[in-house]
């Protein structure tokens, strides 16, 4: 059982439990003004005139703030910024459901009733860009994680080469990170001192954020987010929302709450954009590849290109003498997209890791063979050698545990009653973000270890880790340590994304820690440290240190891996798929917490299963909307979905990505699941499906058709 | 929202008088109006709050149910589960446990269509939201639209899942109003879209829902509701069947059903019905033609065809399962 | 019968009495946290697609952000605040906090009202039964195995018995 499973129960457990864990919303302020938003109804035109005079009018309304009287503010590019577009700064819209207005009230009753009787009318209302219509480019710089493109060997070459060659077209639909909290800003004006409680997983890119806007030093800036009800990466980057409660907090001289409605969530923060994949691989007759080609498109904005690296993991996951790989954009009418948990390689390796599948069945090859074939002995793309490389031992390892040595390969082989089963694998891979973060441990003579730093707690368990690295590194009882987070006064830590918190935050935890044990070791006297203290006439000692991961790792190609084995049970005559088990072992460098990093296994897991089979946000092509802004609309797993899930890591401590030897864990869960599930769906049915979600439609294979008429009135 | 005034009230007479004035709505369990009056679907002026009201009886008797229209979908449940087990699944595949510890069944069948235009945090074209403005949906996102009964004005399908089970069990809504009381087949309780598709009951805005009769029969225990949809739970249906069957030594003798999810209202199999009976419940290629028979009035818009599809074979699903049920009793 | 805007309701909330003044448009979720102070219920959604405002009215799970508060004179509401025992983790908190049934911690508190309420309805009978009637509360996170075994558990030290091993959907 679970509680069976070592490691330190959450120290902020409690907090959440018992309701008493502050989220931005829940922020106590005397006075505060309810700020609610006015969201343009068009895609793409300009605001011919706002009429806020009943707006105005209406009980409770202090002010409504529009373009016209909004005050200007400075930009600082993106990131920070999600993008570059500032809030009610012109009459241009963009995209639909960008705010045209913001109105203030005294109560959130007030509040939302006035931004229900603004009035906006549009000149220029032209038919909205939808993603296939237009062109696909080349992104220009900015909003892109790693190379957009690259390519070794001569692809063509090794596909003439090729025995068998596998070419498929997947796609991956637009999706909404939708974490339970919405975003939510508090912000007050004190002279010109600024203090903002921000959902946000990035305290300090708030700051700045918010600093450049109203061009203040950063240390007039305070930012405190201790606790974030999810984020998913759309809580990331700063939003408009966030600058429009810190203006309307200036102009009303007041506080200023601005909690986005969950429908605005569908347009204020990003999302993660459709993708069109096409994959290209060809292999001798040992099932070697010979060629490997993966290009990718996605919908960006009209003003910036947010490149979804989809291609990424192709890089690195495969032994190929030519390997090409490249990303395009269309400009389309929508919000500027951003990354979602799993970004890029959870996209891309839906379509590598199901064209291998193809490619397994081509060569009447086990799958799993076929991954161990290609194991690469350097990285592919740039010759330098692995920081580690246990994908084999995951394979080996998830394979005995899932039962998978007994698997028929033919595809419709497995029954039970009426349902077909079916199982599926893939080969896991997510990058390695390192960035750079600071820490501040003190101890007390009175026993207690603090440590300091201004991150922020999104779920990772964060709190837990840093008390047993602190804990360990000096000695102490976990209990007796005390995490303090989420706020800029506090020692400055990197953004809580790109799976970097535990790596950075941990390592300049350790670090610090380290200095702390030495200053320590070096006070006269014998026995436990407090002691020490009180005998050297001390309250306290303390130590600051900042860990860059520049330090080590150079030449290095780092990444997590791992493997994921998944059954499914098909209903052939109703389409449906339910997944009632799933085994996954992970190397993602030294495990801290054994059972947090379990969790978020388990949760990334469950977030693929959405992928997989539920998650779609439909651009509605003539309105330029996303239709369904709700979570009746956009459909994420219940508990009733979400099945048994046998989650391992392998002991891979990898000291070139830190210090610790650990690595990120949170979006690699994420990674190759809806993949395993497609193929597995295939091994029930026989059907291939390359387009997410797996819908019902998708799956309604002609078992027997009833004489129904095709014609259309 | 706009603001409202609200009033308790404290008998039938005073909820009627109450709602004579055309500016009055009513709540019970909220679950649909308070939605409303969010997205400002609702506007009323004062809203009247019937929870007092003593409508909220579960009775079951010989002759069939009498069910409070303000009676609680979690408990009604167990109470028809054992003799209408149609009746029960359709509750409890329904919303959420919360969800149905607040609705009651009048406002269940009152609940309105979740056609996501409609449903829109703004004003979208929709004839149902404002008469005229046309339906974004006609040529728009079609998936979860209907595939029998629309018309250019509406193509969109009635939620409930209650409803489906409760119009293949042919039961009944009684209505108060000022004129008296009167008795409507749920089948016919629910308007087709037409031209006007913000009439969608044949239920007076000055009259009351008070309860739901079912009657009894030896088809009632042999039924079940199939709910297809591809969340496991907490969704509302792509497609649904209830269906509820007498038969002798395995020969169909008597087939109700009704499907959901299909159309603005529970659409019953009337010709699947009528080709069922004497059919053995072991003929699959009979059982197939005779659910084949209802729906070459099927009319698939642009994104839904597989509905029809789907329906079928859940058809056939259902009825194999509602016999396998009534097996024992004959 | 009087229609009023506004009226002076008296909420009992935990067992204690909360005279407020109210708009009648005004849930019972945003009474609890703008007027009471009681953010422990939180808003994911505020329109019943989620869960996280699951609170107890009469001894029923039900959605604050679905309740009009001025319908709710004399009723006993419970929330999140009253579920602690002699000022410590109630049993179903104690078990949420060793399975490690929950990540962010947004969705928390509707999970925790929820489960008690399941298990006094008699809903924690096998880990399918707990998985479908805990399906009214989403967990983004996604901690939901951890929430079946920590109901189970929480329903096995009140006293109920759950066959975990039950195969899953
Ligand atoms: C997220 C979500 C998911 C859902 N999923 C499902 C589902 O899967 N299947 C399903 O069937 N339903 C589902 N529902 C709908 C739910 O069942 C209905 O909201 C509920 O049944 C409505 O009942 P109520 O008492 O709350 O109605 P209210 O909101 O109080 O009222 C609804 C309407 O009925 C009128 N009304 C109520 N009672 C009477 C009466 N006695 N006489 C006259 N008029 C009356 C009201 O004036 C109003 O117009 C879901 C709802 C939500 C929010
Ligand atoms: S289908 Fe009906 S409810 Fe939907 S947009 Fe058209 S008119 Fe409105
Ligand atoms: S906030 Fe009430 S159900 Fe989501
Ligand atoms: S713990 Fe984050 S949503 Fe459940």
Known sequence: MIAAIGGLRRPDGAAKLTGAADYAADTPVDGVTHAALVPATVATGRIAHIDTAAAVRAPGVLAVLTHTDMPRLKTIGSPPLGQSVLPLQDDTVRYEGQPVAMVLAETFEQARRGAELVRATYADVAVPRAFGDGESVTPRPGLISGNPAGRVGDVEAGLAAATTVVTATYTTPNRHHSPMEPSATVASWHGDQLTVHESTQWVFGTQMALAAAFDLPADHVRVVCPFIGGGFGCKGFVWPHTLLAAAAARVTGRPVKLVLTRAQMFTSCGHQPATTQTLTLGTDDDGRLTAVRHHSVNPTSTFDDYAENATGGTRWMYASPAIDVAVLVEHTSRQTPTPMRAPAEGLGMFALESAMDELAYALRMDPVELRLRNEPAVDPMTGQPFSSRPLPDCLRAAAQRFGWSGRPAEPRSMRDGDELVGWGMASVTMDTFRLPSSARVRLQADGRTIVEAGTQEIGTGLPGVLTTIAAQTLGVDPGSVEVHHGDTDLPETSGTFGSSATMGVGSAVAAAATELRDKLDALAGTGAYPRRLADAGLDSLDAEARWDPAERGEGRSIHTYGAIFVEVRVDPDLGLVRMPRCTATYAAGRIINPLTARSQMIGGIAWGYGQAMLEESILEPQLGRFLSKNMAGYLVPVCADIGDIDVSFIEDPDTDASPLGAKGIGELGAVGVSAAIANAVFHATGIRVRDLPISIERLLNPVWDAPTPTTRP | ?330 | MRFDEESEVTLRVNGEDHVIHLESRMTLLDALRDRLGLTGTKKGCDGGECGACTVHVGGRRVLACMTLAVSLADADIATIEGMAVDGGLGPIQRAFLDNDAFQCGYCTPGQVMSAAALIAEGHAGSAREIREWMSGNICRCAAYPQIVAAVAEAAGALGRTVNVTEPAP
């Open chain 2, 1 to 330: 929202m706009k603001a409202f005034a609200y009033a308790k009230a404290p008998d039938l007479a005073a909820a009627l008088a109450a709602i004579e004035d055309p500016g009055t709505s009513v709540i019970a369990g909220g679950t649909e109006m308070v939605n409303w009056l969010k997205e400002g679907i609702a506007t009323p002026e004062r809203l009247v709050d019937i929870n007092g009201l003593p409508l909220d009886g579960i009775d079951a008797r010989p002759e069939g149910l009498r069910l409070g229209a303000l009676a609680r979908m979690s408990d009604a449940a167990p109470v028809v589960a054992a003799e209408y087990p149609v009746l029960a699944e359709s509750l409890l595949c329904a919303a959420s446990p919360q969800l149905r510890n607040m609705a009651s069944l009048g406002g269940n069948l009152l609940q309105r269509t979740r056609c996501p235009y409609f449903r829109a945090e703004v004003l979208l074209p929709c004839n149902k939201r404002a008469p005229g403005s046309g339906c974004a949906a006609r040529h728009g996102e079609t998936r979860t639209q209907a595939i029998f009964g629309w018309s250019d004005a509406c193509v969109a399908t009635h939620p409930s899942d209650f409803a489906v089970a409760l119009a293949a069990l042919d039961a009944t809504v009684i209505i108060v109003g000022p004129r008296g009381e009167r008795t409507v087949p749920v089948t016919g309780f629910y308007r087709l879209p037409g031209d006007d598709p913000t009439v969608e009951t044949v239920l007076a805005p000055d009259e009351l829902v008070t309860a739901i009769d079912v009657p009894a029969g030896p088809h009632t225990r042999a039924s079940h509701y199939l709910k297809v949809r591809e969340r496991a739970s907490y969704e509302f249906a792509m497609v649904a069947v209830a269906a509820a069957l007498a038969h002798d030594g395995g020969v169909v003798t008597d087939a109700r059903l009704a499907l959901g999810g299909v159309a603005a209202r529970p659409w019953r199999l009337d010709r699947t019905e009528a080709a069922l009976r004497g059919v053995s419940l072991d003929d699959t290629e009979a059982l197939r033609a005779a659910v084949a028979a209802s729906f070459a009035e099927a009319r698939p818009l642009a994104g839904n065809a597989f509905k029809v599809k789907l329906a079928q074979r859940a058809t056939l699903r259902a009825l194999t399962t509602a016999g396998s049920r009534g097996m024992v009793a004959s």
